[in-house]
């Protein structure tokens, strides 16, 4: 067994983990929507007001802070008024991004706020700049927030909801260097500019305005869109990275791999880190103050599509692997918590790392699903100094560090600790110096095979278990981290 040494002081606070880093996103794509969380209130699938009971109540229990929607791609094509009204009489369209299926627009504002409200949790809004006008986003978020008199907030009150929504976070377009419009970044720049102009705050509804950002390593958007927009016109810009181990033309099986697959893909999503620094270095440039945050508003695997669903749907499975991508990723997020104020995972259900698949009336929790629920303390916590001295090994010819980690305290003084090891040959103890008054540890682990995976014959290969393996004796924490594990440890 590898030993390894590290520290945690929670005397020294390094800002809160915003618990919106812990988001979602769910677009019109496959079976995201309609079967995954939208069945119609006419379905025989338990539903309330055509929400999935089931899914919900998953979510739920996984505290799901915030979620992104209409797209994705598909934001970009969406015109909103097509998705309100009397149902009979919404437009169908062809979903020319995803599938070339119909659109019905039977989901639409009323409905995804409907939504929220039984999740508990925040909509992030994205609207339509590659195919829309000034005009028709303005006119959305007045149908949403404007509280009295006006022409859509008349036209909400005729749709059945005469009270406004809050909605805090808006996107201003999506994906503007591709599928949103293909533009460059000083055009797209001056473009949000002018379209941010006409996002209104109605009465205490405060928007926080996001600007379309890089698609992963492009660090010349960045800079030439934080030099056109600065510290003045957005609260945040987003970044986009999905990891694809073998590039775009071979990203190969969610579920046939080998262990250098594996490892291809631990070093393919451990680029985001570095990545994520250089934009944050550049942004500083223009913002110094740090005004403007980050927002990792796409992340996650892309595999090929299981065999015999539709190319256009991304439904993937979902492996220990899978788990060990989201557990690095959050770990990430969470120690850069002071210039990272959300994430979300794509997707949410049914597309690519889905934390829940759905086949009709039955439901699955992936790996991914239960690294967010253990990792859910961390959400609104302040970020305490860890550090583990961790090996960095060559694992069929990718280098690795193989213990990730961070730690937060929240308001009843109680630590918490996540841990992943990605290795699939080495246990590793680690051995921590606490800073701080605590007398009890526990934990739970989520572990397993790299393929191990939850299917709707066997939902529970891979859920938590308590865990046995760490001990306290003094200001000395130990653990002993199984292969391909996460853990998450509290300290009382």
Known sequence: MRRVEGHINTKHKMGTINKEIYGHFSEHLGRCIYEGIYVGEDSEIPNTNGMRNDVVEALKEMEIPVLRWPGGCFADEYHWQDGIGPKETRKRMINTHWGGVVEDNSFGTHEFFELCDQLGCEPYINGNVGSGTVREMSEWIEYMTFDGESPMANLRAENGRKEPWKVKYFGVGNENWGCGGNMTPEYYANTY??????????????????????????????????????????????????????????????????????????????????????????????????????????????FDVEDGTNPGFLYQQNTMRDAMVAALNLNIFNRRCDRISMANIAQVVNVLQAVILTEGAKIVKTPTYHVFEMYKRHQNSTLVDCFVDSPVEECEGYKIPLVSSSASVNEEGELTITLANASLSEEIEVSTTVVGEFGTVSGRVLTGKMDDHNTFENAEVVKPVDFDGASLDGDTLTVKLPTCSVVTLVLK
């Open 193 to 302: 500019r002018r379209f941010q102009t006409y996002c209104r705050n109605y009465g205490d509804n405060q928007l926080y305005k996001i600007a379309c950002g890089p698609d992963g390593a492009n660090y010349e958007w960045t800079d030439k869109l934080m030099s056109i927009i600065g510290d003045r016109f957005a609260d945040a810009i987003s970044l986009h990275y999905y990891t694809v181990p073998g590039g775009w033309d071979e990203k190969g099986k969610a579920l046939v791999f080998d262990e250098k697959g594996y490892y291809e893909t631990i070093e393919a999503t451990l680029r985001i880190e570095p990545m994520i620094d250089r934009h944050l270095e550049i942004m500083s440039k223009y913002d110094p103050e740090h005004k403007v945050k980050l927002i990792v508003d796409e992340w996650g695997t892309w």
